[in-house]
């Protein structure tokens, strides 16, 4: 009887051996850490709000022109592509001048 529970002992621990090297190989090399991800999506926030601010309220999208004299430009206002210093146009705080 003993060598019989010894003999089933040994097989259901050679199994269980197997079953986890199969759900390790399944797992991936590194996973994610929760920092990068949240900032990653505050970028992609920031990024959003960006594109969003850039449109000029009232007008779509597509009658829009870059060197128009007559529309006012306001102190929040984000500056067109090529406008400027690049490197100052976003604030690192992640908020917003008013």
Known sequence: MGL????????????????????????PDSFVDPK????????????????RSE???GVPAGDAVAGDADV???????????AGDSTGDRP???KRSQ
Do not use: H, Q
């Open 4 to 27: 019989f529970i010894i003999v089933l002992m040994s097989v259901a621990t050679v199994l269980l051996i197997r079953n986890m090297n199969k759900r390790l190989r399944r797992l």
């Open 36 to 51: 990068d991800a949240a900032r990653e999506a505050e970028i992609a926030r920031l990024d959003a709000d960006l594109a």
């Open 55 to 57: 449109v000029t309220p």
């Open 72 to 82: 006012p430009s306001t102190k929040g206002e984000v500056k067109p592509d090529g």
């Open 92 to 94: 690192e705080s992640g």
